[in-house]
């Protein structure tokens, strides 16, 4: 994607307008089929919603889009026989983060990516919650990959609502009228996220996304209650061996550390990328009281 010189973007306000428009992107290829993946989270508005594989938040507002496939994430065979000639697009997450930070196996996207190829689908990732230097990279995955659409949001606005469909060049784009949005790409979010790129790169936050990450990893696995620490770089979520997760989150709360249960067993941090050594050991020392606390009432 990156060296795409034909690549185009398509700026709009949030994570949910970039993946509308890469659905409404999809149907340019004649094609109406979708496949996306159970657990993952791609916006509220209709359209990203019928991606969102998750029966709590879809149930209320069916019918949705029609012709949407969900297969098990991470499973590369199912999703592999869910991708047809006729499937206008796929989308997964490179880490799914609402649903507990999960993270594929080895080889998963690229697998993708070749069915893809094979299929004439387009590929297209969510790198709404893992891009801009949160896993460490630019996007999230750490695979040779050439998606044929990336969507990317929160961070890139540093604050200011704005999100991005990237198209590479090859791929059906929207003529002019095809799509449109008042405040998409204005000026004032757009400077600032010029500043968050310059500001990521100039500091190299990338790399200290990765040291801070592993930092916290190497400090939260080794407390008791902890089963294990997975994600990447500033995106983890901490399994537990109990089911406290929210208690752990509200007691987080009251000594002023802001963390998410994304289920009973999990917690989701997902710090600035600008955290620093100090800030990570009080989070690590309120953790593990919290914990211990917790665990003396079980
Ligand atoms: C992976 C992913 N995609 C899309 C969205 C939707 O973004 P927004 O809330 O900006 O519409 C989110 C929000 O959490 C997300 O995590």
Redesign the pocket.
């Known amino acids: 994607m990156i060296g795409d010189n034909e690549a185009r973007i398509f700026f709009s306000?949030?994570?949910?307008?970039?993946?509308e428009a890469a659905i409404k992107i999809s149907r340019l290829t004649g094609r109406t089929r979708l496949v996306a993946t159970y657990g993952?989270?791609?916006?509220?508005?209709m359209g990203?919603l019928s991606l969102t594989g998750q029966e709590k938040k879809q149930k209320p507002f069916r019918p949705l889009l029609k012709n949407v496939k969900l297969v098990p994430y991470g499973d590369l065979k199912a999703i592999t026989a869910a991708i047809t000639k006729r499937t206008a697009m796929v989308m997964v997450?490179p880490i799914?983060?609402?649903n507990g930070v999960t993270v594929p196996p080895p080889g998963y996207l690229k697998g993708i990516q070749d069915r893809c190829l094979q299929t004439g689908t387009l590929f297209a990732i969510?790198?709404?919650?893992?891009g801009i230097g949160r896993c460490g990279s630019w996007f999230g995955w750490d695979e040779e990959l050439s998606p044929d659409l990336v969507?990317i949001?929160?961070g890139i606005g540093g604050g200011l609502?704005l999100?991005a469909t990237i198209i590479r060049g090859k791929s059906p784009h929207f003529s002019p009228g095809e799509h449109g949005s008042t405040f998409g790409g204005n000026p004032v979010a757009a400077a600032a996220a010029n500043q968050v790129l310059n500001t990521i790169k100039r500091k190299k936050l990338m790399e200290h996304a990765l040291e801070m990450g592993s930092m916290i990893t190497t400090a939260i696995e080794k407390l008791p209650g902890v089963r294990e620490v997975r994600g990447r770089g500033l995106l983890l979520g901490i399994v537990l061996d109990n089911s406290i997760a929210k208690e752990l989150v509200s007691d987080l709360a009251v000594e002023g550390v802001l963390a998410n249960a994304t289920s009973e067993g999990v917690i989701r941090i997902a710090p600035p990328l600008i955290v620093g050594r100090r800030e990570v050991t009080i989070f690590v020392k309120t953790f593990s009281k919290v914990m211990n606390r917790r665990l003396s009432l079980l």
Do not use: I, L, M, Y
């Open positions: 306000n949030s994570g949910a307008e970039a993946n993952s989270f791609h916006g509220r508005t990203a997450e799914q983060g609402e969510d790198a709404v919650q893992t969507t949001a929160k609502p999100a």
